[in-house]
């Protein structure tokens, strides 16, 4: 067994709870406002397979809050176990955005158990989608300020640094810094797209078993409606992080292209491979295309990873990342205007086996492009916790036995995920929607 400091057991540990709590994270916000789209549309064409839409949605929705309420108490409580010397230094600066979260959470979370409660109380259905809103606004919030908590880890201000001693602090420009704008959204926009495929992804394994019911077609006309502008919102933001990166982390965009000499009309890598000399093979290289990301001018010049020491610069294999996230994100986008296209010109192709596949990949797809932005944002922030003010290992906490913390929390995501992932299929397959629809709404639930 390989025998690593405390930083690195720390280092893994908090990956470790980030990449299990993103993915209820990311169900966390975006499925709300799946449930207020179907909820409403219910509500204006009077149709009662989306507002059973909402219903069920919601069911579900409450078991991912559960989970992400636990990881994200972990997270809670590792900063100030894992990274002490971090959070003593800036802990006093970013602990106005960590209460709000706290706030848009409960917020969300009163609203979200009377939203629950109150189906069939109101005389008009209008009443009770009022109550969702806060749940959205809440949830979206929650993300908002979270998030900028890692957007001041990579451009920290609002405070001055004498002799070690923070002074003169301001959370308000701590929290409103040049990474927040692009950074909040694109993680906001990329919740609502993941969180819609995984909803259409379901939708869509129906189709593909020969459930031709009008509640799953409708059901995955919502979700890839909605994907499909998610997923063009998403490149629009993600055109926008790349001028970010190249204004205020030029090294971090560099690392992600394998941009090693700075030049102008510069190329951007897709794949590939490194050479010892640092030499790229295998690759494609679009022309002109990283002048155009960082600078929106095919001659502008970029700047290159040479210019920068290499103790400071993060390790090259976030490339993939990079392109997998790219990747992925040409991906949903394509697949979803797929469906749309095919539903325009050709209806009795929209269910094609093939193209249900296709949405069915973009579920799982969706999440791990979720993963893949988290590292690349967190690894590609290296070898900083703080840019440019403390580096990682100084964050970090010099006890003992956090490889042995490691180990109990591995256990304990594992005793999560298998009970969540067996709570909601017995809860939806014991109880399918056809079913409910005749239960609640009788010969207006039919397969029309």
């Known amino acids: 067994m390989i025998d690593y400091d405390p930083a690195t057991y720390s280092r893994i540990l908090t990956g470790l709870t980030l990449g299990f709590h993103i993915i209820f994270a990311t169900i966390g916000v975006g499925v709300p406002l799946m449930i207020a789209l179907a909820e409403w549309t219910g509500l204006r064409k009077r149709d009662p397979h989306y507002t ?10 409450v078991i991912t809050v559960a989970v992400g309420v636990v990881t994200g108490t972990s997270i809670g409580l590792q900063l100030s176990l894992l ?24 917020f969300e979370a009163i609203f979200l158990g009377i939203y629950l409660y109150t189906w069939d109380r109101f005389k008009s259905g209008w009443r009770h989608f009022l109550l969702v809103i806060p749940v959205v606004i809440g949830a979206s919030l929650s ?9 001041f880890m990579n451009q920290p201000q609002g405070f001055e640094l004498v002799n070690g001693v923070i002074t003169d602090i301001n959370p308000l420009v701590a929290m409103f810094n040049p990474a927040t704008p ?9 919740c609502y797209l993941a969180s819609a495929f995984v909803l259409g992804a379901i939708a869509a394994t129906k189709m593909i078993r020969g459930n031709r019911h009008a509640y799953h077609k409708k059901a995955l006309h919502l979700t890839m409606v909605s994907a499909f502008v998610f997923a063009a919102a998403t490149a629009a933001i993600g055109d926008l992080s790349g001028k970010y990166l190249a ?4 090294e971090k965009l560099a690392a992600a292209e394998w941009h090693f000499e700075t030049e102008e009309q510069a190329p951007l890598i897709v794949g590939g491979f490194l050479t010892d000399n640092q030499e790229v093979n295998g690759a494609l290289e679009i022309p002109y295309a990283l002048s155009i990301l960082a ?3 095919p001659n502008e010049e970029v700047i290159g990873l040479n210019e920068f020491p290499e103790s400071d610069t993060p390790p090259l294999y976030i490339h993939y990342l990079f392109d997998g996230m790219v990747g992925i994100g040409i991906y949903l986008l394509a697949i979803s205007f797929m469906y749309l296209l095919i539903r325009r010109v050709k209806p009795a192709w929209q269910y094609n086996k093939w193209l249900m596949r296709g949405i069915v990949a973009g579920g799982p797809l969706g999440i791990l492009a979720i993963e893949f932005g988290w590292v690349f944002a967190e690894v590609g922030r290296q070898p900083w916790i703080l840019y440019q003010i403390m580096r990682t290992p100084e964050g970090a906490t010099t006890a003992d036995h956090v490889d042995i913390m490691l180990y109990l929390f591995i256990a304990l995501y594992i005793a999560l995920g298998v009970t969540a992932t067996v709570v909601l299929r017995r809860m939806f397959k014991e109880n399918p929607a056809a079913h409910e629809l005749e239960q609640r709404y009788g010969d207006r639930g039919d397969d029309t």
């Open 83 to 106: 990274w002490p010397n971090f959070m003593e230094l800036a802990g006093q600066t970013i602990s106005l955005p960590l209460f709000l979260e706290t706030f848009a959470f409960f």
């Open 295 to 297: 600078h929106s001018n």
């Open 143 to 151: 993300a908002f300020f979270i998030t900028t908590v890692n957007s």
């Open 52 to 61: 059973l839409l909402a219903r069920r949605w919601a069911r579900g929705f």
């Open 182 to 190: 692009t950074k909040t959204a694109h993680v906001i926009i990329t």
């Open 247 to 250: 204004e205020y982390q030029p």
